[in-house]
């Protein structure tokens, strides 16, 4: 790696962090003085246009001359990216893209410098600076959106650094670091706490929630011998466990690991800008090359021959290349934008547009992720078992609650983990919770429904269900037709899988997955050569948002799965078959810049060989072309969806 020109030291998060922000900083700073000294150059160059012909020799000599000055601290600073990056590689004896960067800069500075105090008419300065500017903008937007990728993994890291309370063999309890837990820990977790390590439970029996792991919107009864994931989050009572993992190896490390994981392999995707600037950086220099070489061997000067090889290089300048892919994704991001989608990267656009096969999360994705109470309730019944209902944290004892509206709350209410509430209402004895709880028998343990009873009457049944949002059935239907493969993983229940698969038709569907399983259907899909879009929101759907070919998630989604997806809708599911639609016509938009800036590199190129580049006809062919590619991007906004 050193040879290569690589720093390598111990990775550590909180400097990674630092270091990045740094370095944008840094980008953003040295974009600020190359745009302060474009501007600048321009205005000193159009006054040297409009004078052609009139201005004289002294008075144009003294404003390529303040043109240099502007441009060379510009150069030094802001070309210093470049520069260091180019003398790494190069003393290794290697070569990268900002070698011919490096080059195109220096050459024209110094070129430009020799005809300054020769009193020559030509000077590129204003070029050379234009060029720096607009590679630093793609430097400064990379660097961006490195950092808000490695963000998720950190963020992850951070919630896998809390504090525990581990019990020593004396049975005191003591708070450390989840770092310094090995397995074997006694571990205490109290009510209210999640758990950051993977635990056994030894002793106690209380309500957990798992939504944060598996989807699973539902509360779940903890007992002995159960197993609890990181992230699990206990409700009620105390809970006593062996940890089974160090914190570096539990469930939680796991996701950050598969996010870095989807980072870099997302980081060798090549792009469409990447795959034409591969073509047009050798024939450039080869063009301004032989240019220089022929001329010399035509009997021209040094001097002469060397400024027509520059002005080749100059007037082939990657203006349009370089906005044809950037205003593209501008164009495109601002029409999603207003339509309620936020793009977080360019290269997401034609990843998306590539994607043939589609994989949901369920709750909260699919479904609305909070039980709701269905089926017909006397108002009387449903006040009554509020009362005990508003004394409990459960989602089922909220969903009644939230039926029921505002309210007292039983008196003597207890709450009993696993099992179910008591207390007195309305001057009698009154249990909710399950159908054992309150000596009913159902034939089977269902955990979406629970039980009222009040001495003296018949006991009440409350069913619950997780809706189907709105817009889904209807976007499944779009994108089933459009030819895309439609599948649902998901970690919540079989029975509850099944049941949104058969309402949304849908014929592909898994249930009881794991972070890992759904990273493990991704790959095998992509073994089978598709190319997988992935839709969830929850932390246990992370790892597969990074690791997918591009990825969405809703705006009510964890940070961290945010932060792992390409890009984030509001507004329903309708957003996805707009946003492929949109991303589809963008590819095509920028595949029609690419080929209008290499034909403008066809006939560029011959004006400059031949010796008829002046800065003047540089300066509007840059203009034209740039001006030209926006236009063509612009269409995008009149375009209909397709989808």
């Given at each position: ?81 470049f520069f260091v990056s180019a003398w790494n590689v190069l003393k290794r004896g290697h070569a990268n893209m900002d070698v011919p960067i ?207 090889g520059v002005s080749t290089l100059i007037i082939t300048c990657p203006c349009a290349l370089a906005l044809a892919a950037p205003v593209t ?315």
């Amino acid at each position: 790696m050193a040879e290569l020109g690589y720093g390598v030291s111990p990775r550590d998060q909180d400097q990674g962090a630092s270091d990045e922000q740094r370095e944008e900083r840094s980008l953003l700073i040295a974009l600020g003085v190359a745009g302060f000294a474009m501007a600048n150059i321009m205005l000193l160059s159009v006054s040297i246009w409009a004078g052609v012909g009139e201005m004289g020799e002294t008075t144009r000599t003294m404003l390529h001359g303040i043109s240099g000055v502007i441009a060379l601290p510009a150069i030094i600073f802001s070309g210093r990216v470049f520069f260091v990056s180019a003398w790494n590689v190069l003393k290794r004896g290697h070569a990268n893209m900002d070698v011919p960067i490096s080059l195109a800069l220096v050459i024209a500075f110094c070129v430009s410098v020799s005809e300054t105090l020769r009193g020559g008419a030509d000077a590129y300065f204003d070029a050379s600076v234009m060029l720096l500017f607009f590679l630093l903008i793609g430097r400064f937007l990379d660097a961006r959106v490195r950092r808000k990728a490695h963000a998720s993994a950190r963020d992850l890291a951070a919630m896998a650094h809390r504090t525990v309370m581990r019990l020593g063999p004396n049975g005191k309890a003591s708070s450390v670091r989840a770092s310094e837990i090995s397995p074997g820990d006694q571990i205490l977790l109290a009510p209210g706490e999640r758990a950051v390590v993977d635990i056994q439970i030894d002793r106690g029996i209380s309500d957990i929630d798992e939504s944060l792991v598996t989807g699973e919107s539902l509360a779940r009864r903890a007992i002995p011998g159960m197993h609890l994931l990181a992230g699990t989050v206990n409700l009620s009572q105390p809970l006593t466990g062996t940890a089974l993992a160090a914190a570096s190896d539990s469930l939680l490390a796991d996701i950050a690991r598969m996010l870095e994981a989807g980072e870099q392999r997302r980081s060798t995707y090549r792009r469409i800008a990447d795959r034409a600037v591969s073509l047009y950086v050798p024939f450039v220099h080869t063009s301004a090359l032989l240019a220089f070489i022929g001329w010399l061997l035509a009997g021209m000067g040094v001097n002469e021959a060397l400024l027509i090889g520059v002005s080749t290089l100059i007037i082939t300048c990657p203006c349009a290349l370089a906005l044809a892919a950037p205003v593209t994704q501008v164009v495109a991001a601002g029409r999603l934008f207003r339509s309620g989608t936020f793009l977080k990267s360019g290269d997401a656009l034609e990843r998306i547009a590539q994607c043939d096969y589609i994989i949901f999360d369920k709750t909260g994705t699919l479904t609305l992720g909070t039980p709701k109470l269905s089926g017909q309730i006397s108002p009387e019944a449903l006040q009554a078992a509020a009362e005990l209902a508003r004394a409990s944290r459960h989602p089922l004892s909220r969903a009644i609650v939230e039926a029921a509206g505002a309210g007292p709350v039983a008196s003597d209410a207890r709450e009993f983990a696993g099992l179910g509430l008591e207390g007195i209402v309305h001057g009698a004895p009154a249990r909710l919770g399950s159908a054992e709880w309150v000596s009913v028998d159902s034939g089977q343990s269902d955990r979406s429904s629970l039980w009222f009873s009040q001495a003296g009457k018949t006991p009440v049944h409350f069913q619950f269900q997780d809706h189907v949002l709105n817009d889904v059935a209807t976007t499944i239907g779009r994108l089933q037709k459009a030819g895309y493969g439609v599948e649902i993983v998901s970690g919540d229940r079989s029975e509850t899988v099944e049941s949104v698969a058969q309402t949304l038709k849908v014929d592909h569907w898994s249930a009881a997955a794991s972070p890992r399983d759904k990273v493990n259907r991704l790959e095998e899909l992509q073994a089978q050569g598709h190319k997988v879009l992935m839709v969830g929101d929850g932390l246990n759907d992370a790892g597969a948002l990074a690791l997918a070919h591009a990825s969405l998630a809703p705006g009510g989604a964890m940070d961290v799965s945010q932060s792992a997806s390409d890009a984030i809708y509001s507004g329903g599911l309708a957003a996805l078959p707009r946003l492929i639609s949109v991303a589809k016509q963008a590819r095509s938009v920028m595949i029609e810049n690419f080929a209008f800036a290499a034909a403008y590199n066809v006939i560029a190129v011959p004006i400059a060989i031949t010796g008829h580049a002046t800065p003047l006809v540089a300066a509007v062919a840059m203009s034209a072309s740039s001006i030209l590619v926006s236009l063509n991007a612009l269409r995008l906004n009149a375009m209909r969806e397709t989808l």
